[in-house]
């Protein structure tokens, strides 16, 4: 099924989702409708324009496909499904994701990952192609953050990465830890990726029809909470 996304209003065009009988809808001509997908279960989305902001939040397991630049707060508080990006992403991608994946071909904003969790089987992830902003993984209490960088390594991520982290790993392509590392989170090196890794990244690859040899072969830092308490230091007098 198509549907034109022209002068239609969000509510419309999700209703016309949930509607379909379906499995794949494609909604084209889609100029800054919030909230699509939102709590999509089991249809596989594609979409081709700018949606606004909230791009499949509360997804519960269908997959969105999106061609052309997501805006902010994509997959917030999604819990299953996957969400995937040709373009670039605003800030807060991945806020509070309890679940599922998301793959950015290109680059996020700032707050990438916030407040995002795990518990028992679900552990969500999120694949950057490009580079991340300030405030990659803040308040990140589980799952995991991999950031690619492109082409420059050196400029992986912005300021402040892992500010107030306190579970979760974030791997960065990198050979040395950003210079506003919190004291909070520790960077160790990685010459050998994990399989858990080098599978996201293998993920990321297919979608984007990359060769994964480029950056699994690389040198990457993982960054972990090194504290029990990480804003013990941050928000109190000692």
């Known amino acids: 099924m198509k549907i034109d996304a022209r002068g239609q209003t969000a509510k419309r065009l999700n209703a016309a989702i949930a509607a379909s009988h379906d499995k794949v809808v494609e909604v084209e001509g889609v100029v800054g409708q919030r909230y699509l997908g939102t709590a999509l279960v089991d249809k596989i989305l594609k979409i081709d324009g700018i949606p606004g902001n909230a791009l499949g939040a509360y997804l519960d397991g269908a997959e969105i496909e999106l061609f052309g630049n997501a805006q902010e707060a994509t997959g917030d508080t999604m819990n299953a499904g996957e969400i995937v990006i040709h373009g670039n992403a605003g800030d807060a991608t991945g806020y509070a994701m309890r679940g599922g994946k998301i793959f950015v071909e290109g680059d996020v904003g700032y707050r990438c990952g916030i407040h995002m969790k795990a518990y028992r089987d679900a552990h969500p992830a999120i694949v950057i192609g490009g580079r991340a902003g300030?405030?990659?993984?803040?308040?990140?209490?589980?799952?995991?953050?991999?950031?690619?960088?492109?082409?420059?390594?050196?400029?992986?991520?912005?300021?402040?990465?892992?500010?107030?982290?306190?579970?979760?790993?974030?791997?960065?392509?990198?050979?040395?830890?950003?210079?506003?590392?919190?004291?909070?989170?520790?960077?160790?090196?990685?010459?050998?990726?994990?399989?858990?890794?080098?599978?996201?990244?293998?993920?990321?690859?297919?979608?984007?029809?990359?060769?994964?040899?480029?950056?699994?072969?690389?040198?990457?830092?993982?960054?972990?909470?090194?504290?029990?308490?990480?804003?013990?230091?941050?928000?109190?007098?000692?």
């Open 134 to 238: 300030s405030f990659l993984g803040e308040y990140q209490a589980g799952g995991t953050i991999v950031v690619l960088g492109g082409e420059d390594e050196s400029r992986t991520v912005g300021y402040f990465c892992g500010t107030g982290m306190h579970g979760g790993e974030i791997w960065l392509r990198a050979a040395q830890p950003p210079s506003t590392l919190p004291p909070q989170v520790r960077a160790d090196k990685v010459d050998t990726l994990p399989e858990h890794i080098e599978e996201l990244i293998e993920q990321w690859c297919e979608k984007f029809e990359k060769e994964p040899n480029i950056y699994t072969g690389s040198k990457f830092l993982r960054l972990t909470p090194d504290t029990a308490n990480p804003y013990k230091r941050l928000y109190t007098a000692n």
